[in-house]
């Protein structure tokens, strides 16, 4: 018991040191054309996509298809932190993935009808840790990340699952 209690208290360290994607987007540097912003701002939108796509199909999509968030799985508890650290690192990576294809007119066009998907998202994470609904979570998550991903790839920028360690999602 103690050890979930410290989990939850890093995993909400966590997502409040994640909380603010601004100083992830970058300041546009002055220095730059057009066109190289544009490719920064793709960059930084697959980085970020990918980040959050590895994370929820490492901890909550996968386990989810493994039955591990089933009631008298083995490890349950400690697989439902883990989902609701993932699942609060995905948002934050989808948040600032979505303001950096502001910085591509083509890539910002393709992200913008997801908008409503990411922001659908922001509770889901308090619902993985308590395993209200895990599977039903799981679902959405991997439907909004296929969106992402899809949307990357119709605007010349492909996303890959980059799955991140746990340390790297505050955990």
Do not use: H
Request: net charge positive; proline share 4%.
């Amino acid at each position: 018991m103690v050890v979930a209690f410290l989990l939850c208290g890093a995993l909400l360290a966590g997502t409040t040191a994640c909380g603010s994607s601004d100083n992830d987007a970058g300041a546009d540097p002055s220095s730059t054309s057009t066109a190289e912003q544009q490719k920064f701002a793709k960059a930084r939108f697959v980085a970020n996509a990918g980040l959050a796509a590895g994370a929820a199909y490492q901890w909550i999509i996968k386990p989810a298809r493994d039955g591990k968030f089933k009631a008298g799985a083995d490890g349950r508890k400690f697989t439902l932190v883990k989902a609701g650290l993932a699942g609060a690192f995905a948002y934050n990576r989808l948040k600032a993935a979505a303001k950096n294809a502001e910085g591509d007119p083509l890539l910002s066009k393709a992200v913008a009808p997801l908008a409503a998907g990411i922001e659908s998202l922001k509770d889901l994470p308090a619902k993985l840790r308590k395993g209200d609904g895990a599977d039903d979570v799981a679902g959405v998550f991997d439907d909004v990340i296929n969106s992402v991903k899809d949307a990357g790839k119709d605007a010349g920028a492909p996303v890959e699952n980059k799955v991140p360690s746990l340390s790297q999602m505050g955990g």
